[in-house]
């Protein structure tokens, strides 16, 4: 038996709670998102060797990038022709997950491995919650701005959940898949840490349930109780 609705986001908000500590608990162990970083950096050069490789530019940054708008356009339109205001919830919650990522990125102080001195740059690399040195660099980069589109597919997952959630499942995967193999094309050009795509992952992640949540749980059920009212109202 499917869960309820409300079960359903009351587990979501758990697994995002839970994902949130571990996350937090991993920026105690900066060491992680170095040595990962270490795999695709080349000292003898003291650079990356895949930061300007063409193919990998437009595999991962364009073409996965322009197949996911392109995606998100004939959903849109789709959705607009149907009438189904799901269906285009779903689209308007992709770009605004994505929207949110970027905002932050635009604000944060924190640089991209390319930038740092421990990968032949001039900035210092700081925690997360810790103080911006006065070397923090051109920042601007976390959290990962790229991953954030493949991640933005987790939102079909909540559009189909009460629809079909066999695919809902899929979808879910898809967008999580998606998310990480843009982020590590990221990484092997030097652009982002581990820890930029999962934050990234977590922040896409919690502004679908929020959304979905919200038109499930607080504008459906007022929609349909409205509608059982109106045509009391008119026979009055």
Known sequence: MPAS?????????????????????LERFPALDLRL???????ASGHFPLQNAHWLDLLNHQLAKYLIVAAGVLLGVQGWRRRDYR?????AVMLLATALVSWLKQKSA???????????GHASR??????????????????????????????????QRPLRPTLARRLFWLGGAAGMLMGLGQMARGAHF??????SGWLVWL??????????????????????????????
Do not use: K, M
């Open 5 to 25: 609705p409300a079960d359903f986001y009351r587990r979501q908000l758990l697994w995002l709670l839970g994902s949130l500590l571990l996350l937090w608990w």
């Open 87 to 91: 269906q285009l919830l779903a689209v």
């Open 37 to 43: 970083q270490q795999l695709f950096f080349d000292p």
């Open 126 to 159: 700081f925690g997360l919650f810790a103080a911006v040195p006065l070397d923090a660099g051109p920042g601007r980069c976390f959290p990962g701005g790229h991953a954030s589109a493949g991640f933005s597919l987790l939102a079909l997952g909540f559009w």
């Open 207 to 236: 502004a679908c349930c929020l959304l979905f949540a919200g038109h499930d749980l607080l504008w459906q059920p007022w929609r349909q109780r409205l509608a059982t009212r109106l045509p009391r109202l008119s026979l009055d």
């Open 194 to 199: 581990l820890s930029h795509n999962l934050w």
């Open 110 to 120: 924190h640089s991209c491995p390319w930038d740092l001195q421990a990968f032949g």
